[in-house]
């Protein structure tokens, strides 16, 4: 029944049992007929089916938080199990950005070479997610949360700087206000990066609005428009790569971005959280 109920749980997350199929790497038709066997086993009726999709039923909202609390349940175990010997096992970390996190990792692969690490690269909305639902056991992330559930701690800041191509007609600036990207292409990232939302907040803020904004999903992938000269960037200035073909303008008055380890305080304490995230109190900037 916990497969079924996994399906039931990602499809009322997510609204769509195509984007739940996905995430779970399983066939559409597999996780409809999951829900299907769910419903008829226990004869109740968990969402509404229109033309307009799914909708969760009264009978599904009130089971929605009795399977969160499961999964849950599982996950602990898992991580207990994992966990149980002695320094040893696999540690999960989700990121928005390799620069902060990457030196932490060399650091601890070189005092704990027997533990295997993962990163997992995503916006801050993604890696803040996989935290809460123990998909990762550390997060990565420039949103500066205030949660009773969560430990953080500061690694670093970095003021946003405007990235353009060298033949860009900001180019020949040192720094320039922020009302000169009034009349610019500005590439920004997906909903749900903190530095867009930053980026947003500072226009706003200042009454600027650029001649364009085009969006791109990836930290990557605006690093390429701008060495095409398609637009200009807002990005923390560790972000900006050495590349010939690139300038870094300072903005006067940018925002600070701050980078932020977060742990679940319930599970700080676990054995491979503990050990990343005493390397990461040594390492942090005072």
Do not use: W
């Amino acid at each position: 029944m916990l497969a079924e109920l996994k399906a039931f749980y990602t499809v009322a997350r997510l609204g769509s049992v195509t984007q739940a199929a996905k995430k779970l790497g399983l066939s559409q038709p597999t996780v409809t007929t999951q829900i299907r066997s769910l419903e008829s086993q226990y004869g109740v009726e968990l969402f509404y089916r229109g033309g307009r999709g799914l909708a969760l039923s009264e009978e599904g909202a009130r089971l929605l938080p009795l399977v969160k609390d499961l999964l849950q349940r599982e996950s602990d175990i898992e991580f207990h199990l994992r966990n149980a010997g002695q320094m040893q096992g696999r540690l999960r970390i989700g990121a928005t950005a390799p620069y902060y996190i990457l030196d932490l990792v060399k650091t601890f692969r070189e005092r704990f070479p027997q533990i295997e690490v993962s990163v997992e690269i995503g916006n801050s909305q993604q890696v803040i997610e996989a935290l809460e639902e123990y998909r990762v056991d550390l997060a990565a992330s420039s949103q500066p949360l205030e949660d009773a559930r969560l430990t953080r701690l500061l690694l670093g800041s970095d003021p946003l700087v405007l990235a353009v191509h060298r033949e860009h007609p900001l180019a020949t600036q040192a720094s320039v206000p922020l009302g000169a990207l009034a009349g610019h292409c500005l590439l920004v990232r997906e909903p749900g990066s903190t530095t867009r939302l930053i980026s947003e907040a500072m226009l706003a803020k200042a009454g600027v609005k650029p001649a364009a904004l085009l969006e791109i999903g990836s930290r990557e992938s605006i690093r390429e428009a701008v060495l095409r000269n398609i637009g200009v960037s807002l990005i923390a200035r560790h972000e900006v790569p050495d590349n010939p073909e690139l300038r870094i303008v300072e903005i006067e008055g940018a925002a600070m971005i701050d980078e932020y380890l977060y742990c679940l305080k319930e599970r700080r304490l676990a054995r491979l959280p503990a050990a990343f995230l005493a390397v990461a109190r040594e390492s942090a900037q005072p």
